[in-house]
């Protein structure tokens, strides 16, 4: 019998570990050779950092890499904004119906690919589309206005992009939070922001932490919207990581550029969890 | 559970085992380069099967680099494109000239694309599709402006203005500057030297550009709204916006149009050298180039074909380059290794630049 679990106990294992080792461990394994070798000549070549000194002092790259994390942080925390009273709404607020249907309303962006929706963005902001037609029409502009290739078109197709990621922890969390506790804190006198302070933030943290952490993973990691929205000034670290591999064929410093990457996000998350003072145990669990 | 776990995971394995038959042709190429009709007329003539990947030139290169050379029977990268990876990553293998009937291909064309992609003596690629790229315009509002590259950063078209940020791009105003960035190939120094002015002019241009466009859809749009009046292009792109405005069209810059010639190239582990030689042979044939000639837009180098092409794209092209401007173009000599480090430096610090 317990022989026979063991089996079983393996047998369930085995897809996860191949996954993980197949997919992540060994590609980033040799991700981490290749970042480590300098090309010396036709198909020589030697292990060296000189990848890791250039990025580290190359002012361009280094420039992207902080433009990057720092847009992130600040996608993230528009996101948290605005997703935060909408999922307020949805937990709270509405009942039975409307809330399945805000829900939905919530979730039906996403059936179309993120390559459609940006798509869509570029139709609305475009100089000849629909937004600044509208304000001609209505006398607020006089000629067509460009509202596309800025760092706040970018900014808004990104924060588009992750809503529902923040939404869906957040309702999750803010359900589960008894409606009692709330009224309880106004019986004790508080208003309605001690109340949103001391008690509903505080229950509603895990689930803030870690549709922070998935926000900002998905901003960081996006290569679609910062190219197609941003435009001539939107240097994305990851379209420098594309560059590098594809069309520079410079797969040695395109794979240092992933290290930094994924060195930056770990950095960036631990932070945030040390700063909300939770472990990465009670964010995910 | 475990079960159809373990059944998934080996139908899976299988089927990433399972590699193509002798008789599927493998091709990775352009847009328009295999179109349907002739896939069907190859496939009932010869049957082989045909399988199309649609790509670009670096991604070619990635794609063979990444298998080392394996995954396609058939690729199609641009002339310049075939001397440099072979030396370095070895993903090509020779071809053998004597299976293609050499009577089909323009004669001067074969022997400038076997010369340029010949690699420690063994001939790599032939030629199949060739073209230009220059300026798509409107002529209506920018054509008294624009007549180089570098009039593109004229204040007079500030904000209507496009082109990639690539090497073509890099090339094209090198010589709008009266720059020889070709003959500087072979020096380092000196190609150095021009890529910094280049750098220069394209970082103070800047602020003229609305924006800069990555694939050919964008780039349609773009002009065909009016939100660019002219940019750096491909010669097809502006034939086909002048049938829907009349203004619209292709101009050989000044200083002559950059020159392309897509080849046939054996990737290494091509599975399939049978039916790449077939489809070959099969598509330098005059009537059948033709066909790609009307999908893709561009000329070939298959002997004839001129004939059974279209009269409406003989009268763009005829429109678009007089016989100077034919004897202007810069035709592509092989990148050697190294440049494009230098030139992917200078092209992100412009993208960076404000």
Not at chain 1, 240 to 248: D, T
Not at chain 2, 164 to 169: I, S, Y
Request: some cysteine; hydrophobic content about 45%.
């Amino acid at each position: 019998m317990r022989l026979h679990a063991r089996i079983g106990f393996i047998l369930l294992l085995t897809p996860l570990v191949l996954w993980l080792g197949l997919l992540i461990v060994i590609p980033h394994i040799d991700m981490l050779l290749i970042s480590l070798r300098e090309r010396i000549s036709f198909g020589v070549y030697e292990t060296s950092t000189t990848h890791y000194q250039k990025a580290l002092t190359e002012p361009l790259y280094l420039r992207t890499f902080w433009r990057t994390a720092v847009m992130s942080v600040l996608a993230t925390a528009i996101t948290l904004l605005i997703a935060f009273p909408v999922a307020y709404y949805i937990a709270k607020m509405a009942k039975g119906r409307l809330q399945q249907v805000l829900f939905m309303l919530c979730l039906i962006p996403f059936y179309v690919s993120e390559l459609v929706r940006t798509f869509g963005w570029m139709i609305l902001l475009r100089e000849t589309g629909l937004i600044s037609n509208l304000l001609q029409w209505a006398g607020l502009a006089d000629q067509p206005v460009e509202m596309l290739y800025t760092d706040a078109a970018m900014m808004v197709g990104l924060v588009y992009t992750s809503m529902l990621f923040m939404v869906v922890p957040l309702v999750t969390t803010l359900e589960s939070l008894d409606d009692s506790v709330v009224e309880a804190g106004y019986d004790l006198g508080g208003n309605g922001l001690s109340v949103l302070r001391e008690i509903i933030i505080p229950h509603a943290m895990p689930g803030i932490v870690s549709g922070c952490i998935v926000v900002f993973m998905l901003s960081l990691g996006n290569y679609l919207t910062p190219t197609m929205l941003g435009g001539k000034d939107s240097l994305w670290f990851t379209e420098m990581i594309y560059n590098q591999f594809i069309v520079r064929s410079n797969w040695e410093l395109g794979a240092t550029f992933g290290f930094m990457l994924l060195v930056l996000s770990s950095v960036i998350v631990w932070g945030m969890l040390r700063l909300t003072g939770r472990t990465l145990q009670e964010t995910m669990g | 559970m475990t079960k159809t776990l373990l059944a998934t995971t080996c139908l899976a394995l299988m089927g990433l085992a399972q590699t193509a038959s002798a008789d599927t042709l493998r091709l990775l190429t352009w847009g328009g380069y295999a179109p349907d009709d002739v896939i069907e007329m190859f496939e009932a003539e010869t049957g082989h099967t045909v399988e199309v990947t649609k790509s670009n030139n670096e991604e070619m290169i990635a794609k063979l680099r990444a298998t080392g050379g394996g995954g396609f029977d058939l690729v199609q990268p641009s002339q310049d494109r075939v001397m440099g990876p072979q030396m370095e990553f070895g993903i090509y293998k020779p071809i053998d000239i004597t299976k293609l009937d050499q009577s089909q291909f323009i004669p001067s064309m074969l022997l400038a694309t076997m010369a340029n992609t010949t690699v420690g003596g063994e001939v790599y690629g032939v030629p199949h599709v060739w073209g230009t790229s220059g300026l798509v315009m409107n002529t209506a509002m920018a054509g008294d402006t624009v007549k180089d590259y570098t009039d593109l950063c004229d204040p007079a078209v500030a904000g209507k203005v496009s082109y990639r940020l690539k090497r073509p791009t890099l090339i094209g105003f090198a010589f709008a500057m009266g720059e020889d960035p070709f003959a500087a190939y072979d020096d380092e120094a000196k190609y150095k030297e021009i890529m910094s002015k280049v750098e220069a002019k394209l970082t103070e241009c800047k602020p003229n550009v609305k924006t800069y466009w990555g694939g050919g859809d964008e780039l349609m749009n773009l002009v065909r709204s009016g939100e660019v009046t002219a940019s750096m292009a491909w010669d097809t792109g502006g034939w086909k916006l002048n049938e829907d405005n009349a203004d619209i069209t292709f101009v050989a810059p000044a200083s002559g149009a950059l020159g392309w010639i897509d080849t046939f190239v054996l990737p290494a582990k091509g599975q399939a050298d049978d039916a790449a030689y077939a489809w070959i042979n099969f598509v330098m044939q005059p009537e059948v180039a033709a066909k790609i000639t009307a999908a893709a837009g561009n000329f070939t180098a298959s002997a004839g074909a001129d004939e059974f092409a279209e009269d409406a794209l003989k009268a763009k092209y005829q429109a678009s380059f007089s016989q100077e401007a034919i004897d202007n173009i810069k035709w592509y000599p092989p990148v050697p290794a190294g440049l494009e480090a230098i030139e992917g430096d200078v092209l992100d610090r412009v993208q960076a630049a404000n």
